[in-house]
């Protein structure tokens, strides 16, 4: 198999080859690594690997073989060094167990052959850490991949890879998504386990899943790796059926919100708002009733809410990291923002945090029964096309923890609602600019509802299909 012949399949097309004897694991294992280093030279997306032989994985599994890599962030890897794209780490971590996540990856069949570039801790809504450089976009090579999970977007993005793990804490798996023309899913809090070094990630913000092509692979991905562990902390509503039977479901008539405009106040450019008001006349031609609305919450106090947040969970995690090297963080091993955000986090009381998780409560109480009256919310994922490199600079020691807050969600604002109410929401490259770049729209409904995002996303591939739009930067060229 040629890495060209490999790159036209996504997930579970490269599965039914395997398993229907047309191609070896091997050839496939191959060209996916010929692949990611063919295009790594321009992407600079890998952290570490492509490893000789793929880390051990499940046969019988329903992506048995198909080649697959870990954000170098959350999720670990028995024996796998994880350096959290930060110099803090030094020669990496070494866990001697799998996360609960990673075991299931390992169940579902994927051979993971890779480790992916992060930003420093995934606080970022680009991938450019000073420990490994700047990761850039297939599409545009001088634009960002997005962030947190960037280096596994442009490998899927760039065909190396079909299929990526990905973490998402205020939109990192649906930036993204955005940026490289991806479906990115951030499931319903619990729907992942975070077990079992974790029981609820940025105070519940953060989530664990992956990057996909296609509808379809993201599907079988979530029936793969949801439902809970022992001891987690949170066990939510099973799904009424499995995912991969959303695919071509018709959901009935839903009635759904449309909203345009920018909760931060700040400016849309006019391609993607014109994006999504394309998929809204798309949506109400297949049945559905579209209708502009939108929850309405303080911007202001929402950010002033994260930041507490974030900032004690960098805190504890850069504490403890350096506590085990016998390290003093600073700033020969920490980027600016970073450490400032971390000396904040610090001298948070238990009041102030309190009273951000009091906030958390009033924004997802309204966006509850706001869901009561819509079925589902259609937003632009970002504000604008793919960013140039630099835009999002975590080393500008002029910026103080709350000027970088605001900068950050500024740029993501439509994204770290979902995390904070706890709800599904994915993206979707239904956008494109006039120039070529993706531009992602992303849908979320109530809680627990992956199966009618999925069903949407499945009707909206189908009406305005992107599996024929290939990258500059593409792995048919190795």
Same mark, same amino acid.
Request: charged fraction near 15%; include cysteine; glycine fraction near 12%.
């Given at each position: ?32 690594? $010929? ?31 198909? &080649? ?6 959350? %999720? ?8 959290? !794209? ?22 579902? @069949? ?7 570039? $992060? ?26 991949? @997005?962030? +947190? ?56 913000? !953060? ?14 991905? #979530? ?12 066990? %939510? ?27 931060? @106040?700040?400016?849309?450019? +006019? ?59 600073? &700033? ?13 986090? =610090?001298?948070?009381?238990? $009041? ?27 937003? &632009? ?35 770290? #609602?979902?995390?904070?109410? !706890? !709800?599904?929401?994915?993206? #979707?490259?239904?956008?494109?600019? =006039? ?44």
């Amino acid at each position: 198999m040629k890495p060209s012949e490999y790159a036209e399949h996504d997930a579970t097309g490269l599965a039914a080859l395997i398993r229907a004897g047309e191609v070896s694991v091997a050839e496939v294992h191959n060209a996916a690594r $010929t692949a990611i280093e063919g295009v790594d030279q321009t992407l600079n997306a890998v952290v570490s690997g492509p490893w000789e032989a793929p880390l051990a994985y499940d046969s019988a599994g329903t992506f048995a073989g198909i &080649p697959f890599a870990i954000k170098d962030f959350a %999720i670990h890897a028995a024996g796998v060094p994880t350096y959290f !794209g930060s110099r803090l780490a030094g020669a990496g971590v070494v866990f001697p167990h799998d996360t609960a996540l990673m075991t299931r990856f390992r169940a579902a @069949g994927l051979a993971t052959m890779a480790s992916t570039t $992060t930003p420093e801790f995934a606080f970022n809504g680009n991938t450019e850490p000073v420990a490994h450089g700047s990761t850039r976009n297939p599409w545009d090579p001088t634009r960002s991949a @997005g962030g +947190s999970s960037g280096g596994s977007a442009a490998l899927v993005a760039a065909r190396a890879l079909p299929i990526a793990h990905a973490t998402d804490g205020g939109g990192s798996i649906r930036i993204p998504a955005s940026t490289n023309g991806l479906v990115g899913l951030k499931p319903s809090r619990g729907r992942v386990s975070p077990g079992p070094g974790e029981s609820e990630p940025l105070s519940g913000l !953060g989530v664990e899943f992956g990057l996909t092509r296609s509808v379809r692979d993201c599907a079988a991905l #979530l029936d793969a790796v949801c439902g809970p562990v022992p001891g987690d902390k949170y066990i %939510i509503r099973d799904p009424e059926r499995p995912y991969i039977n959303e695919l071509n479901r018709d959901p009935g008539r839903l009635r759904i919100a449309i909203h345009t405009r920018s909760w931060s @106040g700040g400016p849309v450019d +006019s391609e993607v708002v014109a994006a999504v008001s394309a998929v809204g006349a798309v949506l109400e031609g297949l049945g559905h009733h579209v209708a502009p609305a939108t929850p309405v919450f303080d911007w202001e106090q929402f950010i002033d809410a994260n930041l507490p947040v974030w900032s004690v969970s960098l805190a504890e995690g850069i504490g403890a990291l350096a506590a085990a090297f016998g390290t003093t963080p600073g &700033p020969d091993n920490l980027e600016a923002t970073t450490l400032a955000c971390a000396e904040y986090g =610090r001298g948070v009381t238990a $009041t102030q945090l309190g009273g951000a998780l009091a906030v958390f409560n009033q924004v997802s109480r309204t966006v509850g029964e706001f869901f009561t009256e819509y079925d589902l919310l259609l937003t &632009p994922t970002l504000s604008a096309p793919p960013q140039p490199l630099g835009e999002l600079d975590a080393n500008d020691a002029s910026l103080t923890p709350a000027q970088w807050m605001q900068k950050l969600l500024g740029v993501c604002s439509f994204t770290p #609602l979902f995390n904070v109410t !706890g !709800g599904p929401a994915i993206s #979707l490259p239904l956008g494109w600019t =006039r120039s070529g770049l993706p531009i992602g729209v992303q849908l979320a409904t109530p809680m627990c509802d992956e199966g009618t995002l999925i069903a949407v996303a499945s009707q909206l591939e189908t009406a305005m299909p992107w599996a024929d739009r290939i990258p500059e930067v593409n792995a048919g060229g190795y």
